[in-house]
């Protein structure tokens, strides 16, 4: 982790994220309530609620749904560089899940600039290309995604 | 809608889901309620949670999160298709966010089989690529997803 876009006691700007700066943006410890109550919710499916099923199911145990990876790595962004001046995400142009989230599971979130870039129509807004990736204890890859959002520059410049 | 691979009462699995086809997998009506309380749990940015701070935002009003647009298609998807046998997301191609989800949107999911094959290491599982578009009520994309999941092949086969 290089980290040299830190500046955690303050707001960062577009100006403040350097391109091919890798940084652990936090950690997070995996319940199997927190992964059934997110399943029973959004994605009811009975490997994701249900033991028994589960057991049954391409996993042989209770997994958690990908809506479930995503939205915790956006949660431990938010905990995380909760002072990041995000204003959209704007998507994907590739996500993986290779392995499921596990109940148990002590997950990272690290994250590498790979572009930025100055809105054309709106100056005040700039563009960020990242690579975030969620890995369990066992270095596993549970979510690798190149996403697109946009951030404030700071207001001075 | 051809709704060419169609069979609401039964199981659907592998051998049913047919290339080209398109359907409306179902609706929703969004709330401000439901867009405060998923942002609140998994993306507490202020424009999502706070009538104010998002008057202030670039959309100038309260936006829902790209990961609650996501994971009310995997729930929409559970009420509209119960019975495809999905055992797991494999992942996205591309996903956009053209435009925000917003209270009172009438969303509408519609999908489209791009492709289908059999693994080739687990024969009793299919690979199936499929475009999953979200609309508002002016027929905006809110999502559109290029994504592959996996499914159970009929186990008489």
Sequence with gaps: MSGGDGMASEDRFYEDIVVGSEREIGRHQVSRDEIIRFATDWDPQPFHIDEEAARASVFGELTASSCHTYSLSSLIFHRGT??????????????????????????????TILEKRRSGSRPHLGIIKGRTQMLNGAGETLMEMTSNFMVEARPSS
């Design 82 to 111: 909760a002072r990041l001046r995000t204003v959209a995400m704007l998507g994907m142009d590739s996500c993986r899940f290779p392995t499921p989230m596990r109940p148990g599971d002590e997950v990272r979130l690290v994250q």
